[in-house]
């Protein structure tokens, strides 16, 4: 079999680091593949007034599989700003690379596993009966709509009359709006539509059986927000009772959900939700487990075969430029190991796992986060290991 070509997109700021560090990992641990790198970010956004730009999407096109650092986004004045002078008359309008790539490729489904590891000072741990001390397994994997929702990107600011219009013949507008002036209302929709709401609802379940959890919990708030929420539920439901009916179907509240979640974490197995909701339920669930530096992603489109794989930290643009890197790779290995689950080479995730595990679990090498520590470039005199540090480590394991 020919040699795999996988989209490195590094991105900006740590993206550039971690994506690096991934790539040595797969290397060690004897994945075959060559490298192409895509330009995706930024600065590409600075020069080019494209932060994705057409010969990248050509790539992922071509080659199927990317893995994605993180990028530097900033409000729309800061954008514009930044953008090279002979650019700022074009009309030009920043919006995130990373969720365009969602759009484009239909990458519908967001995948984001919480596994507790062993020996991570980061565990969360809670106060049991009397004085002792518990610290709750926790097993959770997300599964977030990922191109819909509040992040579709329909929305307006001091809208058109027609917009306006149209919102006017809703009662509640008029009831609640209708008295401030147009130019003082801002609008984002929140659209979910039966198809995408389908799939990521399946997806959730069918993950559910293969791998024995005996419940999906359904994160939305359908008792407010009843035409999406709501519809997701009803779903649900639905599914459940015609095709998974060994699963049970739990329905929380999102705000609920923030509150259970340092309560009894254990008691989760599979959550599924729309995009806002999964990003953050997503991000809560990745405290109890070491944050960020620990938090991994998988986003794929199952009818292309089309997949991009990320930590779901950002690009942590403070911490670039110091003589050693600080920042933790395991959330972008993490990453990297989805992709291999994703093109079906299990034996290798399965042995950097392994290895990831083993590190954390014997506590000699350990980054800035792990150590509880301010991230400052002193942290390396003072014991913490560098970014290549961490990655070597792993390395030595295989
Ligand atoms: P961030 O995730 O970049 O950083 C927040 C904090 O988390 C950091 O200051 C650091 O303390 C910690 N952290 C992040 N990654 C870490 C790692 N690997 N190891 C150890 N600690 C780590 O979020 P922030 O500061 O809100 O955003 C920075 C930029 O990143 C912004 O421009 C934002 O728009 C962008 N961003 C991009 C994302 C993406 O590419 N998917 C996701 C989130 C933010
Ligand atoms: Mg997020």
Known sequence: MSKRTIVALPGDGIGKIVVEESIRVLKAAGFEAEYVEGDIGWEFWRKEGNPLPDRTIQLIEKHKIGLFGAITSKPKDAAFEELAPELQEKGLVYSSPIVGLRQHFG??????????????????????????????????????????????????????????????????????????????????TRIFTKEGTERILRASFEYARRYGYKSVTLCEKPNVIRETSGMMYKMAMEMQKADFPEIELWNTNIDAQMMWLTKNPENYGVIVAGNMFGDIVSDGFAGLIGGLGFACSAQFNPDTGIGVFEPTHGSAPKYVGYDKSIVNPIAMIESACMMLDFIEENDISTKIRKAVAEVIEEGKVRTYDMMKMPGRPEVIDKGAATTQDMTDAIIAKL
């Not at 013949?169 to 009831?175: C, D, L």
Request: charged share 25%; proline share 7%; net charge negative.
């Open 107 to 188: 990458l519908d489904i967001c995948m984001r596993p919480c596994h507790t590891y062993k020996g991570n000072p980061l565990n969360f741990i809670r106060r049991g009966v009397g004085d002792t001390i518990e610290e709750p397994e926790v097993d959770v994997i997300i599964f977030r709509q990922n191109t819909e929702g509040l992040y579709g990107g329909v929305e307006w600011s001091n809208p058109s009359d027609l917009v306006y219009n149209a919102l006017l013949t809703h009662p509640k507008f008029v009831k609640n709006f209708g008295s401030v002036p147009k130019e003082e209302i801002s609008v984002s």
